[in-house]
């Protein structure tokens, strides 16, 4: 409950923010407008993310052979217990570094994904629990929270950018372009890290094993420093984009909470 209450705390903070600028910029006329137009350019990505992300991340169908019908079977199943449609399952076979991701705009439309290098580093019970975390994401529709996040963020850095060429001359002007796109970018990167602990709680949920996640994501935190991923995007929810620890800016500018602490919730889930 407290990650859901602080997503929407976020999405508020941004919606205020667009509020603010707008009025600055061109009124409550001129943030309608943006807004439309933000909107319109998410609505589009939205619609058509799933085949976007699959695509450019080299994802195809996972074919019918005896050595991967497992993971078929998995995702199955899962879906069973968490109550929702079964998503439809791809892999990476290029990709070494061992992740996963979600996509698709609703439950019905869901894709899991999961990379050639995590079906390599983990071990079955592991996947099983990241597969579960992507399935939280679909089943709580985290896809549309960051398109509704990405919409605000990007409306609120165009017309802070607009600003600059704008021919009124409000004190506060220059200070709110630079500033605004800055605080929006972290509100977002904010929203999405709340989302990843709340997709680890549900997976912990629908497998019964908080352990097995925990050892998942450290598995893919001492890989992954040694195998980057070769393709991303912030839209998409992979199961990790970072690694131990790191700097309080560092993880302000990251879409994930820092492993160390994410597995540390989870291991408290494990005791309880």
């Known amino acids: 409950m407290w990650n859901t209450a602080k997503t929407v705390f976020l999405l508020g903070l941004l919606s205020v923010a667009f509020v603010l600028v707008g009025d600055l910029w061109g009124g409550l006329d001129g943030a309608a407008l943006m807004l439309v137009f933000a909107g319109a350019l998410n609505l589009g990505a939205w619609f058509f993310s799933d085949s976007i992300v699959l695509r450019t991340s080299g994802a195809e169908e996972i074919p019918d052979d005896p050595d991967l019908n497992w993971i078929k079977d998995e995702v199955a199943e899962l879906a069973r217990a968490a109550e929702m449609p079964t998503p439809r399952v791809y892999w990476v076979p290029r990709e070494r570094s061992p992740n996963a991701f ?33 399935l939280g994401h679909i089943k709580h529709r985290d896809t549309l929270t960051s398109a509704i996040a990405g919409t605000m963020a990007g409306a609120i850095t165009f017309m802070a950018r607009a600003m600059l060429y704008s021919r009124k001359r409000h004190p506060l002007m220059l200070v709110v372009a630079l500033v605004a796109p800055l605080f929006a970018v972290v509100l977002r990167m904010a929203v999405s890290r709340s989302r990843e602990y709340e997709a680890d709680r549900r997976a912990a949920a629908i497998t019964g094993d908080p352990e097995g996640l925990a050892q998942a994501l450290e598995v893919i935190a001492f890989n992954s420093e040694r195998r980057p991923m070769q393709t991303g995007n912030v839209s998409t929810h992979y199961i990790s984009s970072s690694a131990f620890g790191g700097s ?21 889930l494990s005791r309880d």
């Open 102 to 134: 979600a996509t698709g705009r609703s439950p019905s439309k869901g894709v899991v994904a999961v990379t050639r290098g995590l079906l390599e580093t983990l071990d079955r019970r592991q996947v099983r629990a990241v597969l579960a975390h992507e």
């Open 248 to 268: 309080m800016i560092a993880r302000m500018f990251s879409t994930h909470p820092p492993i160390d602490e994410r597995v540390k919730r989870l291991r408290a």
